[in-house]
T-cell receptor
Framework: KQEVTQIPAALSVPEGENLVLNCSFTDSAIYNLQWFRQDPGKGLTSLLLIQSSQREQTSGRLNASLDKSSGRSTLYIAASQPGDSATYLCAGTILNMNRDDKIIFGKGTRLHILP | DTGVSQNPRHKITKRGQNVTFRCDPISEHNRLYWYRQTLGQGPEFLTYFQNEAQLEKSRLLSDRFSAERPKGSFSTLEIQRTEQGDSAMYLC?????????????FGPGTRLTVL
């Protein structure tokens, strides 16, 4: 069974600190790795997508890395702000032989930035 | 707005009633996905369509659930004889089929509460 695990489940840090969210996956067949943000009661906002041939992606204060050999990804947030408070979801894309794809999500890390 | 839209955004119903949700994908996207997210969990794959064909259904999709995409554009997800355990956020996503993986774009979700 494919699984995506996120640690920690919740995290509180003071404003301005840099932080790292961790994601691990059990299935080497994961093709791409994506990080999403979800605000309470809302849908998903895609933050970064790391394609199979890539090792990392950067967008503003966010940097995501992917190490398929170890089954790990990290999301680095620099200079955290109260507006970064949300749940961050890690998701891996599985491709079958027919190139049908589906996303396997972790349970998320609830991040709270303290003003 | 050219993103994925879902209606209604919120639905409250009594146990035993039938409900239907609608998803309008991004217009040029031929793939459409449904996910379910319960409180504190990541979204879980339910089913997906390529054009009007339903290609895969998760074991989570019991006989009370049915999804259609009759013209290969919008999709509906119907739940018959709702149960309290059906309370969740129902998310829709769309993508294009290509030679390589194409990113799924998510809608805002429909939050279902079964009383």
């Amino acid at each position: 069974k494919q699984e995506v695990t996120q640690i920690p489940a919740a995290l509180s840090v003071p404003e301005g600190e840099n932080l790292v969210l961790n994601c691990s996956f059990t299935d080497s067949a994961i093709y791409n790795l994506q990080w999403f943000r979800q605000d309470p009661g809302k849908g998903l906002t895609s933050l970064l997508l790391i394609q199979s041939s890539q090792r990392e992606q950067t967008s503003g204060r966010l940097n995501a890395s992917l190490d398929k050999s170890s089954g790990r990804s990290t999301l680095y947030i620099a200079a955290s702000q109260p507006g970064d408070s949300a749940t961050y979801l890690c998701a891996g894309t599985i491709l079958n032989m027919n190139r049908d794809d589906k996303i396997i999500f972790g349970k998320g890390t609830r991040l709270h930035i303290l003003p | 707005d050219t993103g994925v839209s879902q209606n209604p955004r919120h639905k409250i119903t009594k146990r035993g009633q039938n409900v239907t949700f609608r998803c309008d994908p991004i217009s040029e996207h031929n793939r459409l996905y449904w996910y379910r997210q319960t409180l504190g969990q990541g979204p879980e794959f339910l089913t997906y369509f390529q054009n009007e064909a339903q290609l895969e259904k998760s074991r989570l999709l019991s006989d009370r659930f049915s999804a259609e995409r009759p013209k290969g554009s919008f999709s509906t997800l119907e739940i018959q004889r709702t149960e309290q355990g059906d309370s969740a956020m129902y998310l829709c996503a769309s993508s294009t089929q290509g030679e390589i993986y194409n990113e799924q774009f998510f809608g805002p979700g429909t939050r279902l509460t079964v009383l």
